[in-house]
């Protein structure tokens, strides 16, 4: 009697577990579906878009302009490798080759980038397309594209500042680093596994370093932009330039900080990124200013917050890196994957339609409200990093390693 009694318990206990796994399945199922029929709408925009103008360097979808336009930019834009990543995610996803071959056609676009040494944004142009193009296919060619992309990059690495440079040309005065730098050192890692020279994992490590001393303030939030003296390294200044003030905590930089010290963590397994992406997580999750949906205003400082618009793309980015954080941390690993399941379920609320807005999956980011340049409108790599987190859910429920190298 007590037997069966234990029996049903344990039958109802299972049962409901696996109803709540097979919940989590079929979100990303029906996120997918959505994200293949908007896409497949977004490639006949992107079409159109290139039929209108004279101008062949227009390769790759970043936004809706100011006119509701579909803005498609060159392959020098920093935002040029997320649309090829969002096709690799769909083909890492479906397995349909359509999505292959559309993903092989628009990362060629971009390859001539490899060369760039004008843009501390190739980790973000390179390793979302060609590094999830080789991840997914192994094929040599890809690689020689990453290698070269690394090498590109790491001329931007000054050894007195310990620090790549992020604006400006190589060799002018002042010397900038942006804490969306960080997320362009994963590009460094893979080309040192790949070509088996350190040299790209030393300046990965000691960009690391050095904005850990110098971008993040008492209470774990960071500045967006350190200016240093290029020949002391000395800082000169600590600013904003997409935040709302010098002293404020952008939103999406505390995200691009979260990704880029879990992503070190990964790298190099060196405790002090684990530390300090999980003060970072901290300052998110526990922040007074976090709407309850968790999709953040686009600055967690900016006042009268009712009227300020939300930024998706640090929700979507905070997700997909807090799924990974969750798998490192002891003390809070369940409270981050809880979190990240929590923003990926509320980003449903910021899908547009099927067949609207141009094809993009998410509406509300802001790009720079201080520029007044693409406030609350959908933006590319909100797309690329909601379709990592989905992506990266699954493989979490297919007890497969969160991130797949
Ligand atoms: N890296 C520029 C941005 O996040 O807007």
Redesign the pocket.
Known sequence: MMLSKYKTIGFILITGLSNFKAIAQTDVASAFKFATSQTDFMLTQVAQAKAQTTNANLVVPRNIDKNGNLAIIPSKD?CSGFFPGELWYLYEYTKDTKWLNEAKTYTAFIEQEKFNTGTH?LGFEIYCSFGNAYRLTHDAAYKDVIIQGARSLSKRFNPVVGAIRSWGNIGTPKFTV?V?NMMNLELLFEATRLSGDSSFYKIAVTHANTTIKNHFRADNSSYHVVNYDQETGKVIEKITA?GYANESAWA?GQA?GLYGYTMCYRETKDKRYLEQAEKIAQFIINNPELPKDLIPYWDYNAPDKATQPRDASAGAVAASALYELGTYSKANGKLYTSTANKIVDNLKAYRPNIGESKGFLLLHST??APAHSEVDVPIIYADYYYLEALIRKQRLHDHQPVVKQ
Do not use: A
């Open positions: 920093w944004d942006i969306d997409q999406r691009w790009g720079s």
